[in-house]
């Protein structure tokens, strides 16, 4: 257990609806990052909180992506209009501990139809 | 650019053998965390092991040790006694402290497969 829980583990959607997945660290360290993950690659930064500003956005998040992180403990990315191309694994996680480790949840899968 | 690379896409081993996965990086930061993160099947990332890297000592975990050679920028982890259990992709992942907010840069990744 990472201490860092995501919900809904697996989604299956339609083309063209909204999803949103929600990350919970059970630590309440200020840095949350969520990443996204295709088949047979490595993770790519999507965006960055410290506490509840989002202080760094990759390109990777067009502007059908928004998150949040309202009170700064768990936060929120949504998908609007989604594509068949949004099909990936959605990765958060935070730091904690010595040594500013980062851990991951679990994951959020996405499958766009 | 920081790139990351993981020059060997598949690995194999047996069963209580010892395996070697590279890993190099580029970085012109001198304040930096290394990682190596496995994914199993289940595909939950895992954390294997840290390095910091204004320590010379190179990490060990149980099984686990690395080589860091903080001056050719490598970082490379060796599994010993290897178990079936370790079968995942291997992941090694630089952590840099100063301009990136601390966000992990990911290799392509190491798919280990150990056999009976």
């Known amino acids: 257990d990472t201490g860092v829980s995501q919900n809904p583990r697996h989604k299956i959607t339609k083309r063209g609806q909204n999803v949103t997945f929600r990350c919970d660290p059970i630590?309440?360290?200020?840095?949350l990052y969520w990443y996204r993950q295709t088949l047979g690659q490595g993770p790519e930064f999507l965006t960055y909180?410290?506490?509840?500003?989002?202080?760094?956005k990759s390109r990777l998040l067009s502007d059908r992506f928004s998150a949040e992180r309202p009170k700064g403990s768990f936060s929120t990315l949504e998908i609007q209009r989604t594509e068949q191309g949004d099909s990936a694994m959605y990765l958060c996680?935070?730091?904690?501990?010595?040594?500013?480790?980062?851990?991951f949840g679990e994951g959020s899968w996405l499958t766009v139809v | 650019a920081q790139t990351v690379t993981q020059s060997q896409p598949e690995m194999s081993v047996q069963e209580a053998e010892t395996v070697t996965l590279s890993c190099t990086y580029d970085t012109s930061e001198s304040n930096y965390y290394l990682f190596w993160y496995k994914q199993p099947p289940s595909r939950q990332m895992i954390l294997v092991i840290r390095?910091?890297?204004?320590?010379?000592q190179n990490a060990t975990e149980n099984r686990f040790s690395v080589n860091f050679q903080k001056a050719a920028k490598s970082f490379s982890l060796k599994i010993s006694d290897s178990q079936l259990g370790d079968t995942a992709m291997y992941f090694c992942a630089p952590r840099y402290c100063g301009t990136s907010y601390g966000k992990l840069t990911f290799g392509q990744g190491t798919i280990l497969t150990v056999h009976p």
């Open positions: 909180f410290q506490n509840e500003a989002q202080l760094e």
């Open positions: 390095q910091e890297a204004y320590k010379q």
């Open positions: 630590s309440e360290h200020n840095r």
């Open positions: 996680a935070n730091v904690q501990g010595p040594g500013n480790t980062i851990y």
